[in-house]
């Protein structure tokens, strides 16, 4: 490839943390085939520039999987989405959304509101772009009292995920018989009983349904935490921001509806 060519490569791979990942490591084996190629009297050195070329890769991929693991949310630019003019609008539309949410809960005020807003700021992330089945970008939420968590379900439409409401667990299982969802998000009282939540979960796992279940209710504490997750939940928080972060992570992992 010329110079010219190369150059024009170059930028693109500028617009993304992926692609200026990948020129960093072009550049590095480049200037070491130099080193390499044009050295003289690198008798005394060539061990350590061998073990540097052996060891690099690893060293990459260790680190790649740590992104991926970590922070998978940003490693996507503007130019990996449908629309790169909204992609700023979708940015602060959800952090917007998830800040008012999470002012209007007392115990995350109680929990350190500076703290929580900054985590929210760090988990905000827009979906990528990707053609997959319907489904996958729906969630159902299951609260009988849907006007408290109106903020939240803002901030998953600013993602373009799909909020399908249900306000009974009879009716969230008619739903669930005729609809697939990525994820299921459940309130722990309602009208029915103090732990309809669990009501839900039990009668969901009882027929063969496996999608992913959080409690959303006005505890984090571990022993709630624990529970939850003995009862087959994927977990259980009072979070504004843990929430987001669990749905969204679940939905990149392309959910777990049932049929």
């Avoid at 408290?148 to 018989?177: C, H, K, M, P």
């Avoid at 009072?238 to 939905?251: A, D, G, S, W």
Wanted: aromatic fraction near 8%; avoid cysteine.
């Amino acid at each position: 490839m010329d110079i010219p060519r190369f150059a024009e490569s170059a930028i693109g791979f500028t617009r993304s943390p992926l692609g200026i990942i990948a020129l960093f490591i072009v550049l590095v084996y480049g200037f070491a085939s130099l080193v390499v190629g044009l050295g003289s009297n690198l008798n005394e050195h060539v061990v350590p520039l061998i073990y540097f070329m052996v060891g690099f890769p690893v060293l990459v991929f260790f680190g790649f999987l740590w992104l991926v693991a970590r922070h998978h949310n940003k490693l996507y630019g503007p130019a990996d989405f449908q629309d790169e003019e909204n992609f700023l609008k979708a940015q602060m539309a959800t952090a917007a959304s998830l800040a008012a949410a999470s002012v209007k809960h007392p115990a995350g005020v109680a929990d350190g509101g500076e703290t929580q807003l900054r985590s929210i700021v760090d988990t905000v992330s827009v979906m990528p772009r990707a053609r997959a089945e319907p489904w996958r970008r729906r969630l159902l939420w299951v609260d009988d009292h849907p006007e408290n968590n109106v903020y939240e379900r803002q901030a998953f439409a600013a993602q373009g995920i799909e909020v399908v409401l249900a306000r009974a667990t009879d009716e969230a299982l008619a739903l669930l018989s005729t609809q697939r969802f990525a994820i299921i998000i459940s309130d722990m009282g309602r009208r029915e009983g103090p732990r309809e939540g669990y009501t839900l979960l039990e009668a969901l796992r009882a027929r063969g349904d496996s999608t992913p279940v959080i409690i959303y209710a006005g505890s984090s504490r571990p022993e709630h935490k624990k529970e939850a997750r003995e009862r087959g939940a994927l977990d259980s928080t009072h979070r504004v921001e843990e929430l987001f972060q669990r749905v969204m992570e679940t939905i990149r992992q392309g959910g777990a509806g049932s049929a």
